[in-house]
């Protein structure tokens, strides 16, 4: 099983980008998916999750308003559409997958998520 995240880049403060990532592989079916984040000398970090039992979705206060998750349960598909921007964003982000379910705080927590992405690099500027 392979989770491929893209979109990641340089933007300015105050900008957009979006995140895409699709899980590949043998069939398995996910119940979350998500995404964590890793700026330098950090630890790595909760940003959102979607629980496909009735698209439930998940956001750390840090993001709240400006993120919003989404995605295709069929295609085991989830995006990030990350909007104002700001420098304290700037991290490697990293999407996850998990496929037991998850309930309660552990839908914030990285070690309830089995598989992971390689991470796309998320830069922006002041």
């Known amino acids: 099983v392979q989770l491929q995240a893209s979109g990641g880049g340089l933007v300015k403060a105050g900008g957009s980008l979006r995140l895409s990532c699709a899980a590949s592989?043998?069939?398995?079916?996910?119940?979350?998916m998500g995404w964590f984040r890793q700026a330098p000398g950090k630890e790595r970090e909760f940003v959102a999750a979607?629980?496909?039992?009735?698209?439930?979705?998940f956001y750390a206060d840090s993001v709240k308003g400006r993120f919003i998750i989404s995605g295709d349960n069929a295609k085991n598909t989830v995006y990030l559409q990350m909007n104002s921007l700001k420098p304290e964003d700037t991290a490697v982000y990293y999407c996850?997958?998990?496929?037991?379910?998850?309930?309660?705080?552990?839908?914030?927590?990285?070690?309830?998520?089995?598989?992971w992405g390689q991470g796309t690099l998320v830069t922006v500027s002041s």
């Open positions: 979607i629980r496909w039992s009735g698209y439930s979705t």
């Open positions: 592989g043998r069939t398995f079916s996910t119940n979350v």
């Open positions: 996850a997958a998990a496929s037991s379910l998850i309930y309660g705080s552990g839908i914030y927590l990285h070690d309830e998520y089995g598989y």
